[in-house]
């Protein structure tokens, strides 16, 4: 069993910069997952923000690319979303996920863009 704890969410100006951290605690394969950030606004979908492999791959949604960057500390099980150039459209509430044998979600972070 995998627990996901997210933090780093808040307030922050459009083009400004934000990171989000996410804390995986349990039973962690060495490989075999995937560990991302979803996001979801008011009234929307759920929406693919990036994700990371247990080898190093990552992707990254069209609406992100170029300005998020993901990556993975494998020592210490944490997943960070660094955030630059943020714009209005990015506010959602922001969610770590582990799909593995089994797929977790974390309680989620909210980030809101706002001048």
């Known amino acids: 069993q995998v627990q996901l704890v997210e933090s780093g969410g808040g307030w922050v100006q459009p083009g400004g910069s934000l990171e989000l951290s996410c804390a995986a605690s349990g039973s962690i394969p060495s490989s075999g997952n995937t560990m991302g950030w979803y996001r979801q606004g008011p009234g929307k979908e759920r929406e693919f923000v990036a994700h990371a492999t247990n080898h190093g791959r990552t992707t990254y949604g069209d609406s992100v690319r170029g300005r998020f960057t993901i990556s993975r500390d494998y020592v210490k099980n944490t997943l960070t979303l660094q955030m630059n150039c943020a714009k209005v459209w990015d506010t959602a509430g922001y969610y770590c996920?582990?799909?593995?044998?089994?797929?977790?979600w974390g309680q989620g972070t909210q980030v809101t863009g706002s001048s």
């Open positions: 996920d582990y799909r593995g044998g089994h797929n977790y």
